[in-house]
């Protein structure tokens, strides 16, 4: 693999075997708000699950969004960096630039079915190079000249883990022998 | 080595948050003239007419429309200032809670989710279309808010005048819940002559009258009336713009 230009999307699935704050956080807060905006959509409460909702009325799809509002407020709160997902040594240091919140499932009568996923997708990173199973990676979009440093980490591949843009780089310029 | 330049490479900020101030005309109404009026009990209804209990009827039932958002301990929307910079006609929007079941008494602690479009028709939340072309606001949350009334049942936003997009006329959101029980999905009209006057400023003439509903009986959502949800709109000379009231009344 070339050096390239590439953005990656970082899917965090939340349950019940919640283990962080913010996790906890958006656990709760979903499933309260679920239980608020399914009403919209469960008249003489004849469904209890998001997918009876969601099969019996396409538009409960909207709750999605209208749940994922709820913790606009929390994901500010990580100050653009993409919870959970570490690199080699163990930090959590890959910025996301948007997120998309999910409603895997839940239900009504039953909150440990409450599951839901926020996807990550991050600032524009400077891929470098595969060793192994890791991403030689860079935050620094521009690297100018020869031999110049360039702050870098490693990341594992794994699941949830996926490059969705990729910018191959030519060396278009100067190759000084 | 290589020599790059990264300038085509797009940074977008997250969740822009204005801190844009306007004033808010304060607007109380009296839900109920007669304290010892009948309370009876009553059914929800579903058409504009609404439903008659004592000395007040019930705020019509309407569609939530596709596009509500909602709120927790941690939402982006739960504020007075909805605007999030958004330029338009101020508008400061009061809107009081009554309860039918409660001699049509105020309702405080009743929560209230408002939405509406900007001035040139389109929503937040997600991608819509329109005369400007296809907006993706997916990431921005303008024009939407929540609030809880206080003790005299009031909630009160700070936003603009809405625009108007193909297929309605002009219209705010809004829902009510009651200890976390929805109690209420409606809409609020706005006077006609206002609407127009609005439309004819500088901010909105480019999208200018509406052409698509021109009329209530046209409307889709409002041809069955507006008896229960059109709200009082008055100049307001401070900010410019105006105020909206409304008493909203709910069986709580």
Redesign the interface.
Known sequence: MG?A?IKIKYRHIIDSTYQTSFEK??FN??Y??F???A??YNQDNRFTTFGQLVNNNP?AN?LH???G????????DLN?IIPVLKDSLDKTVVP???Y?FEIIDSDITNKTAHRVAITYTS??LLLLDTVGEYFLLSRD???????EPAETFMLKMQPGLSICNYQP?F??????S | ????N?SI?E??D??KNSMGMLGIGTVLVACSKSVDSTTSTTTSTSTSSGTTSGSCTATATET?G????????????QRVDVTDGKTGVPLSIALTICNLNDSCNVLSNARVDIWHCDKDGYYS??SNSGYLGTQDN??L?FC?GIQYSDSNGVVKFTSIYPGWYTGRITHIHA?I?VN???KL?TQIAFPDDITKAVYATSLYSAHGQNTSVTSFSADNVFSDGTGTEMATVTANSTTGGYDLSLTIYVSA
């Open positions: 050096k230009f956080d958006v807060d979903t309260n708000e239980l608020m905006q009403q919209g538009k909207s969004y209208k749940v509002f709820a913790i606009g407020l929390y994901v500010r653009n996301f630039a948007t998309q600032h524009t979009e521009k690297v100018n000249g020869v031999n780089i060396e278009l310029a100067t190759s000084i | 080595m290589f020599t790059l990264t490479m940074r977008k997250f969740l939530d596709p596009y509500p958002l909602y709120s927790s301990r941690g939402s982006s929307i939340g997600y997916t990431a949350v939407r829902q819940y976390g029980v929805l999905t």
